[in-house]
């Protein structure tokens, strides 16, 4: 039997006997009960190792394409052509089950409207609506390496689940830079999740059942809004202003709703990008204290400051334990790791033990581990040097721009650090018939109304991501949200 074999190729060279065969056996060519030659013979034949031969063979054997007769050799099956799959009957009724879950279905809010990326047709959109930081500046090749490194290193165990709590390594040195920030935590209180995301979710599932209220920032994370609505919370909202959650509004709220759990976002929150002042830190300590309600403090970006100087983490305030801490490195690393955690203690850590276990058990023992061996060995730090460096430039690019080229009816504060401007137009101007009119000049950005827990309040604010795109893409963005605006001025 001759088959040509690609020796260049990506494709193993099992696999290209594999498919030669295969084809030749639905097609018709090889006919059943035809004897394939036999391995010994086709390693020969081909130049190849006879292991190849074998698992084509067993590949195809797998799959009822041929049969081995002991002693004798492998034959192809008769092969039974499946039944073409019926056709989709466009606009035909879902059957009744998949109609009960569609009834149920809650509507989820969303950063950018898919149909404003459907409708702009500009060959070079400007994208400010994403929530991530630059994808060209995460440290890919550095990471490859690491990787290989784990694996040459740590070899089978890599590849187990490995501790439910996470990778016992990773959480030393989570608790050793969490002290550099004056959190002190012991490695059994942290928990490694998929992501912050699983972080909150793990903590609301423990904490809150359907129907139950959770108090949250106005506006916020929509993530977690739209979380909460799936959950089936009764979301309640306190509203933030230049110096964080206005947590004087807060004692009126917690007598009058009773929350379970106040989520809030004390550094660089998103999207407005203020943070928590000293003082109402430590009022909203106190009053969590005295109506004795759970935080989940939310620090997704808390390191990416560009200047000014940090405020004490809610965590470090606690020492009885009330504040449950999440944090990621999808900010200031890369999304696609999914490692966040969370620190919580006594029974509450058992029960997110748990509850972690049963939602995906364990998060990936491979990338944990190189995700240990790259914070460890200083890269990390350099990289968030590096970086921290690169998006002030941009932030000042995009206040520069802003200045430049907004007209002087918009309001913005300059953020210390995070990833987001937030803008304010003039309340008789809407974000949203704003993105319609900068999408076609090939801008982009987030609007306002998916951060609202309540819908349509303040919907003429907008959130801009200034790390994502270089400082020339920066500029030429904010001059085409200039003109955007102009144009909704004038259709007034
Ligand atoms: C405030 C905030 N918290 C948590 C997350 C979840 O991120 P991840 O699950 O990637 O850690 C995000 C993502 O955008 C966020 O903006």
Request: proline content about 7%.
């Amino acid at each position: 039997m001759h088959i040509p074999l690609d020796r260049g190729s990506e494709t193993p060279l099992y696999r290209q006997i594999e498919m030669f065969i295969r084809q030749g056996i639905l097609s018709g060519s090889l006919a059943p009960d035809t004897r394939l030659p036999a391995i010994r013979q086709l390693s020969r034949d081909l130049g190849v190792n006879r292991i190849t031969i074998e698992n084509a063979y067993a590949a195809l054997e797998a799959d009822n394409l041929v049969y081995s007769r002991v002693g004798s050799g492998t034959y192809v099956l008769k092969h039974e052509p499946l039944p073409p799959l019926p056709r989709a009957v466009p606009g035909a009724p879902w059957p009744l089950w998949q109609k009960e879950i569609q009834a149920r279905s809650i509507p989820i809010r969303s950063q950018l409207p898919a149909e404003i990326l459907a409708t702009s047709k500009h060959p070079d959109l400007i994208n400010f609506a994403e929530g991530i930081g630059d994808s060209q500046l995460f440290p890919s090749d550095d990471f490859r390496k690491v990787i290989q490194t784990i694996m040459r290193r740590d070899g089978i165990s890599a590849l187990e689940y490995g501790d439910r709590r996470g990778y016992s390594p990773l959480r030393d040195t989570i608790s050793h830079v969490l002290a550099t920030q004056g959190i002190q935590v012991h490695a059994d209180n942290i928990l490694i999740t998929a992501g912050s995301q699983q972080a909150i979710s793990l903590v609301a599932h423990l904490i809150l059942s359907p129907g139950d209220v959770v108090l949250v920032e106005s506006p916020t994370y929509s993530g977690v809004l739209n979380m909460f609505h799936l959950f089936g919370f009764k979301i309640v909202s306190v509203p933030v202003d230049q110096s964080g959650l206005q947590v004087e509004k807060l004692e009126n709220i917690l007598q009058l709703h009773h929350p379970k759990l106040i989520y809030t976002i004390p550094n660089f929150q998103n999207p407005t990008g203020t943070c928590l002042s000293g003082p109402r830190r430590h009022m909203l300590i106190t009053l969590a204290d005295r109506y004795n309600i759970p935080i989940l403090e939310d620090d997704f970006v808390g390191d990416l400051r560009y200047e000014g100087k940090a405020q004490p983490a809610l965590k470090a305030l606690d020492p009885g334990g009330r504040v449950l801490y999440v944090s990621t490195f999808s900010k200031m690393l890369m999304p696609g790791l999914r490692v966040g955690f969370l620190i919580a203690d006594g029974p509450v850590y058992d029960e997110l033990l748990k509850l972690k276990g049963v939602n995906d058990l364990a998060t990936s023992s491979l990338i944990q581990r190189a995700l240990e061996a790259y914070v460890t060995v200083g890269r990390y730090q350099a990289h968030l040097r590096r970086t921290s460096a690169i998006y002030r430039r941009r932030r000042d690019a995009m206040a520069q721009a802003i200045y430049h080229y907004l007209p002087a009816c918009v309001n913005t504060h300059i953020p210390y650090g995070g990833l987001f401007f937030w803008v304010q137009l003039p309340d008789y101007l809407s974000s949203e018939e704003l993105l319609a009119l900068a999408s076609k000049e090939g801008v982009v950005f987030a609007p306002g109304l998916s951060f609202f827990p309540n819908g349509f309040e303040d919907a003429c604010c907008f959130r801009l991501n200034f790390v994502s795109n270089p400082p020339e893409r920066i500029e030429e963005g904010i001059r085409r949200l200039g003109i955007a605006i102009r144009k909704l001025e004038n259709s007034q």
